[in-house]
Structures are given as C-alpha cells and as structure tokens.
C-alpha cells in the first residue's frame, strides 16, 4: 500500500505516454491533445476534415510528436485503421479519448432519419467501438484510460437534436458497462461531461442571444465555459492522479447542473 508521504505532482505527468484524442484538429479537442502535450504525452489524432497544421503546431512546440490518420468514424473500418496506425507509429496506445463529433439542429417534427443515424454512428457507435477495440490492445498491454466524452445533455434534454440528446446519454451507459467489463485487465473508464462550452459545434447555439442569455443564467458562475476550463480535468483523467476512479462522469459545467 502506497504511503501518503509518496505522492508528488508526477501523478499527474504524461510523461511517455501515447494518447489517441479522435477529432483533436479543432474545437475542444485540440485542448484535450493541447493538454496532454503539456504533461508529456505523444499524440495520434484521427481526424475528418482537413486543418492539422493547428495543432500539429501546438503539439510539436511542446516538443511532443504527433501522428495523423483522415477518415470517417461512422465507417466502422476507419476504427481498425485508427488502431493499426496508432500501433504502427507508437507501438502502444495508453490513453483515448472519444471526443470526435457532430451534430444537426432541425425541429422534430421534420427531423430527417438520415441525419438521425450520421449523428448517432459518429456520437455513440464509434464510442462503443473505439472503446471495445481499443479496451482490447490495452487489457493485453496491462490497463490504460480510456475517457469517453459526455455532454451536460448527458442527464438532461433540450431542443431539436434529438440524436446528439440519445448519443449522450448513451456514452454514460457505455462508459459504465466498459468500466465494469476492463476493470479486471486494469483498464480504467470514465467520462468527461462539459457543460455549455465555446466551440465551432456550438456556435449555431450560442450565436442565439435568446438561448445563450437563458443557459446563461442557469449557470452560477455566470459564464460559458472556455476550452482552457477543460484542460486540467482531462489531464487528471488520463494520470495516475485518478488510478482509482473507474465507471463515473467527471462533469466540468460551472454549476449548471445544480440549478433549475
């Protein structure tokens, strides 16, 4: 048993380690790979649209090395290529993070069914398959982090997104089932809930006066969050400062979650 005398702020240190943040080119994810680049951690980020130099940029001036992979995460395919260039490239993979996603705004009653299914393939069923083929790799390597990104929408609802609402939801139950089941092979699950954050995915949202003045005012800090109000929780779940959280949600929201 580990006595208190022993821990330092090396707990906190990436140093070595390899990490996979998919969708790391831009918004909150180029914070989260941002992040780990700062607590030494090399990055492998697969991504849809084009704009790497960003963060490829930020990561090497850290003098961190980062690797790349383009495709399409609702192409079940793409999560084996993912894998197998991680693998290739490092030889290891000791962290991911789920963060890639999309989403559509349309009123519900003309929401389309394949808009539907883009969203959910992106948010939930590449969650589940990241999480189950990379769980793999790293119970034969002997444990790792996986963190799997939630929403404040993960234990609420709102209005005319019905797929990213049920997508949400549905990465807490798979980020408890995998908790349960890798355990044993010391791979840890959790999830990193953000609030109402600043992003391109969000800028539909709040570009809206109305609804941002209305979130706003729930949120007892009195201000959306910044990606720079993540970094620190993300980091603390991929350390060994959290080797002994596993299967829970870790919600970064200002106290929106406390008010009616």
């Known amino acids: 048993m580990p006595d208190i005398k022993d821990f330092s702020l090396d707990y906190f240190s990436l140093a070595g380690k390899t990490a996979i943040v998919t969708g790391a080119n831009q918004g909150l994810g180029m914070a989260y790979a941002l992040a780990f680049a700062k607590a030494g951690a090399d990055l492998f980020i697969p991504h849809y649209t084009e704009d790497v130099a960003e963060v490829r940029e930020l990561v090497e001036n850290e003098g961190r090395r980062v690797e790349f992979v383009r495709g399409d995460l609702s192409k079940r395919e793409h999560v084996d290529e993912i894998i197998s260039g991680c693998l290739g490239a490092y030889g290891k993979i000791d962290i991911l993070v789920n963060n890639a996603g999309t989403n559509h705004f349309e009123d519900v009653m003309t929401y389309p069914d394949e808009q539907y299914r883009r969203v959910l393939d992106v948010q939930l069923n590449a969650v589940y398959y990241m999480t189950h083929e990379v769980g793999k790799v ?114 970064v929201d200002g106290g929106f979650a406390t008010t009616l």
């Open 138 to 251: 790293m119970a034969k390597n002997g444990g790792g982090k996986i963190i799997n990104i939630g929403s404040a929408l993960s234990f609420t609802a709102d209005n005319n997104c019905p797929p990213y609402i049920i997508a949400k939801h549905g990465v807490i139950g798979i980020t408890r089932y995998f908790a349960s089941d890798l355990g044993k092979y010391n791979v840890k699950v959790n999830a990193l809930c953000p609030g109402f954050f600043y992003s391109e995915m969000n800028a539909a949202i709040s570009d809206n006066k109305e609804f941002y003045d209305k979130i706003t005012g729930r949120i007892p800090l009195g201000r959306w969050g910044t990606s720079h109000d993540l970094m620190g929780a993300i980091v603390f779940l991929a350390s060994g400062a959290s080797d002994y959280m596993n299967g829970w949600y870790l919600s």
